[in-house]
């Protein structure tokens, strides 16, 4: 698949068959995100793996926030369930101190979505789904799987086969709503 077909098929999986991810298809993810681009190059990212299924179980439990509404109006989150069935659970994490803060920019965020997106879009182009998580209990998480206090959990990407193949996802507004140019207009 090429790059902009990988692009324009990607979509939110959130349920996945049962049947487990090759380490090699792993191996080629976790290299895309090693890829990445970040502030200064420091790459203040770190990424736990979690295959264990009572972990995954509990790390779906985790995703739950019960003051979340947000936006669509939630009561739970959508993807807890594709956390405990997904074969595959990776945990975004950053070290806020190896990344830069520019006019309370906290770039940490921004080398952690360049990332997801290189996760994403491998993914993708190896016939996987994921989903980005990011409501979730980040001090359980943290217990849970050891991580020091001074890394910040900052998204979850449950990784599968689909259990259905979707390449249209919802309609995106058109490019002359969103892109101006020389200035706002």
């Known amino acids: 698949m090429d790059t902009f077909e990988t692009i324009r098929t990607r979509r939110s999986v959130r349920r996945f068959v049962n049947k487990p991810v090759e380490d090699e298809k792993l ?10 681009p970040s502030w200064a190059n420091r790459q203040c990212w770190s990424f736990v793996v979690v295959k264990n299924a009572a972990t995954r179980e509990k790390l779906s439990e985790l995703s739950y926030v019960e003051t979340f509404f947000g936006p669509m109006g939630y009561k739970t989150n959508p993807a807890k369930k594709g956390i405990a069935e997904a074969p595959v659970v990776v945990v975004a994490c950053a070290d806020p101190s190896q990344s ?3 006019w309370k920019q906290f770039y940490y965020m921004t080398d952690l979505g360049i990332a997801a997106q290189n996760l994403m879009l491998a993914s993708r ?13 980040e001090e359980g998480i943290r217990d849970l799987l050891n991580i020091p206090p001074n890394i910040r959990v900052v998204g979850i990407f ?5 259990f259905e193949e979707k390449t249209e996802g919802p309609p995106r507004k058109q490019l002359n709503e969103i892109v101006f140019y020389e200035r706002w207009e």
């Open 27 to 36: 191996a080629v993810i976790l290299e895309a995100v090693r890829q990445a």
């Open 100 to 102: 830069g803060v520019i």
């Open 125 to 137: 182009a190896l016939g996987l789904g994921t989903v980005f998580v990011g409501v979730f209990n």
């Open 158 to 162: 449950p990784i599968g086969y689909p």
